[in-house]
């Protein structure tokens, strides 16, 4: 069995457009904590976050609250 | 494998009711966060929700606790 | 894939007969919020509840901890 | 797609043992919350317990931290 | 459709290794709870762990965090 | 059914590669605790830690919030 994005979905697309145009992102997380910095890719289980210094971030799925762009 | 949205259930019937009739919600999350703003669109995933200055947020469907209209 | 309430299991039927005795109950969530209220439908995924006020919520049941009738 | 109990299951069979004997139970969940009755039934979803008045609360296995025999 | 252990998982092997040498193990739950004792069976969806007094209880994987093997 | 690990996913690739380098990482977990080591193996189920000591932990996916090596 193989797990693939479904880039068909809003969800999906909306993260690879935040990718491409390298938008800074929030993400709130299950713990409580807001991570920022650019999303450089996906995965049907993670998203990889890159912060200010170019650390990056492997942030599990099922701990995101919420995404957003920052202003 | 392709996940849909099943439309013929309630609880989808009614966000897309939301949706359509731009009405404000308040949503609930696991971090005890309160979000408030109108659902522009859902997928199996997430519901993007635009606050009062029209900034998205996409919120994961495993944070939501619950979901009321606002009065 | 169609999702269906498994209508023959305990849980799914005594929510059935809240429903149609239109019983008060107490929906304690992981958030450790309290709700009161009267359940008006199910489906896989939600539980939705009306308060006194006659206000609906939406409720996820992967929030959900414990149901009980109040008394 | 029907769900049905494992009955094979180690967990489900002494379930099974403690609802046949009777036997007061301790439930911890994901709230923190401690609840002590004796198990009514189980479900896949969902095991029922009633306390020393004889009212039950639905819990649902999702929010089950762990389970003992009372001494 | 039955859920089988899957024991050539390496998990999986490591706590039937943990059983058969009765090693003292640590688990920390997601409630921050932290159980120490002996392991006697694992099924796919609990831990049953005796402490000291040989008292048995039943733990849910879904709430398992870590475990380590105690010094 | 057998559960396999997904070795084209970035997220299982980058695990590989850190398991490989003996790179250090901090695990953050749903409870809030840290966790800084060298990660040994992973299974779809669970990741293999070693701390200063060689002290092993299995940390359980379900409960890792992200992941990042150190520097």
Redesign the interface.
């Known amino acids: 069995m193989?797990?693939e994005l479904?880039t068909?979905?809003?969800?999906v697309r909306?993260i690879q457009t935040l990718i491409r145009e390298e938008q800074e992102v929030e993400l709130?997380?299950?713990?409580?904590?807001l991570?920022a910095g650019k999303i450089r890719?996906q995965?049907?289980?993670?998203i990889?976050l890159t912060d200010q210094y170019d650390?990056?971030?492997?942030?599990?799925?099922?701990?995101?609250?919420?995404?957003?762009?920052r202003?």
């Not at 068909?8 to 969800?11: A, E, K, Q």
């Not at 995965?43 to 993670?46: G, I, V």
């Not at 650390?55 to 762009?69: E, H, S």
């Open positions: 193989t797990v479904e068909g979905l809003p969800s909306q709130k997380l299950t713990t409580g904590d991570l890719w995965d049907p289980y993670c990889s650390q990056p971030t492997i942030v599990w799925r099922q701990a995101i609250v919420y995404l957003k762009p202003l």
